[in-house]
């Protein structure tokens, strides 16, 4: 079965990736989250966060159903186990 990590946005797996350098420690544990969670209900508030912060995603440009589904951060746009 795919991890989130696996089914990240490329763009948004890209940008986290370019932060690891200036970041190391949050960016080192959000990729393992991420790589240990296989749906968007595995992730808690903190963690979500963490993928806004290191996407660099305006907040403004993220609907609710972003947050709840990870549809803006996934590249298939389903959050749950599909």
Known sequence: MKTIYDRLNPEILES?????WR??????AL???LKNSVSWD???VADVRSIVLHSHVKVINIE???FIFGD???ANGIG???
Not at 16 to 20: E, K, L, T
């Open 64 to 66: 609710a159903i972003d």
């Open 31 to 33: 990729k393992k989250k």
């Open 42 to 44: 595995d992730l808690t």
């Open 23 to 28: 970041y190391p420690l949050t960016t080192k």
């Open 72 to 74: 803006k951060f996934l």
């Open 16 to 20: 986290i990736n370019r932060d690891g």
């Open 80 to 82: 749950n186990n599909k």
